[in-house]
């Protein structure tokens, strides 16, 4: 009963030709799984592949990794059509990016109707095959020299209509404007951006679907935010309503997130350069942060001098956190209403400031940003001073309560974890907004 099961028989892992003869002849009709990893390298002449293409028409998932000399004659064997082939993994391991390996279109007879997944590391391929209109999950890893075409990416995507999961990893196109053209991904949810070159160029082109979580990652410094996304937002759809945004600039580290309940962008970069802040204001001027409820600020200098300008189309914030910045002096005047005018107000529904600083907080301007907010008809309702140095004295405290209902100081050791770590899957899955009120 145990030999003549045939679906306990369907995981060739390349062991010895005689033990997968005897996987081959029991395994029957059944869909078959193949590995085409061995530790001591995979060759063409492999007794392991004299037999797998009489099974090949099985194929449900075929994973292969070999050296780039070896790939394309291995995967010569596999140009019959796999009609049950869901799953598809090749790595063309190599230390050297110029050694990437060209896997041909040939591949399965080009026909991939029935593949669900597919992932390609350390190879080039002249995207797209044809007949993906069942993919959801895309895979392209450290494909460098030559650099897949913007072009390339997006016939593929128009061949792959039902894409659920994007991930690319060192193989950002830097090439190939499609001037006018947008491809829309409409069953996208999950975008990924990882290596040296940033997402714009190809951002242009795809129309992203509410609910999509965007990350992007980059290993190289001083890119400035225009860089990882497009000069227009209108077809990022899972931006049109983000209620937060988080700025965090450390020494070896930028991060910026934008939330909302229609998706989540995280831009993550090595090393910031030196003119990261004055860029992110520039870039949080263009983008419509009407909806914009919380701003999360971290380890910055003051964003520039125009920081006034993008608290003023923060129409609906009502809670800004700051973190060991620098200068506050320069935030909090940023608050302060232009004198005669009734439309220049930066933020006017803001309730709740949050303050965590290891330098002596300067109540004098905070008392006078205030007293001017409350007399223009906006007046705060909380503050929270956390400090590691001199704590605010009874007196101050009793000075800005003159002008704000609620007034929290504290100390805190430098060891604390602020929870500027990630949101949890949870929150961001629900759509958790109950602290957006404050």
Request: charged fraction near 25%; glycine fraction near 6%.
């Amino acid at each position: 009963m145990f030999t003549s099961r045939s679906s306990l028989w369907t995981e060739f892992h390349c062991v010895d030709s005689d033990k997968t003869r005897v996987y081959s002849e029991r395994s029957k009709s059944s869909p078959i799984t193949l590995w085409l990893d061995r530790d001591d390298g995979l060759l063409p002449q492999d007794p392991f592949l004299q037999i797998a293409p009489d099974s090949i028409s099985r194929l449900k998932s075929l994973f292969v990794s070999t050296t780039p000399d070896h790939l394309q004659a291995i995967t010569n064997y596999f140009s019959r059509p796999a009609p049950l082939l869901e799953n598809l993994e090749i790595f063309g391991s190599s230390d050297d990016p110029f050694l990437n390996p060209v896997l041909t279109t040939t591949l399965f007879d080009g026909d991939l109707s029935s593949l669900r997944g597919l992932c390609l590391y350390s190879l080039h391929t002249t995207l797209p095959w044809r007949n993906m209109v069942n993919l959801t999950s895309f895979e392209l890893g450290y494909v460098m020299y030559p650099r897949v075409t913007v072009g390339q990416l997006l016939d593929f995507f128009e061949s792959a209509p039902s894409l659920v999961d994007v991930d690319l990893t060192f193989s950002t196109p830097a090439l190939g404007a499609q001037s006018g053209r947008l491809v829309p991904l409409a069953h996208l949810r999950k975008l990924s951006f990882n290596g040296f070159q940033p997402s714009s160029l190809l951002l242009e082109h795809l129309l992203i679907p509410a609910g999509v979580k965007m990350t992007i990652d980059l290993d190289l410094d001083g890119p400035r935010i225009e860089d990882y996304l497009p000069r227009s937002l209108d077809n990022l759809r899972n931006l049109s309503n983000f209620k937060r945004i988080r700025v965090h600039f450390g020494f070896h580290f930028t991060s910026m997130e934008f939330i909302g309940p229609n998706g989540l962008v995280e831009i993550d970069s090595m090393s910031p350069g030196a003119d990261t802040p004055r860029s992110v204001a520039r870039s949080l001027a263009t983008l419509d942060t009407s909806k914009t409820k919380r701003l999360e600020i971290l380890r910055s200098e003051p964003l520039s001098e125009d920081l006034h300008q993008v608290l003023v189309s923060m129409k609906n914030l009502r809670t800004v956190t700051l973190s060991l910045c620098k200068d506050l002096r320069s935030f909090i005047l940023a608050l302060a209403p232009v004198p005669n005018s009734t439309t220049q107000i930066a933020c006017p529904r803001l309730e709740e400031l949050v303050f965590r600083t290891e330098e002596r907080f300067d109540v004098e301007t905070m008392v006078e940003v205030a007293a001017a907010r409350a007399s223009g008809g906006s007046p705060l309702k909380s503050i929270r001073i956390i400090n590691w140095g001199e704590l605010v004295s009874r007196e101050e405290v009793t000075e800005l309560l003159k002008h704000i209902s609620h007034v929290e100081t504290s100390f805190e050791a430098r060891n604390v974890n602020y929870g500027y770590g990630k949101r949890s899957d949870e929150a961001y899955d629900h759509g958790d907004d109950s602290d957006e009120e404050g």
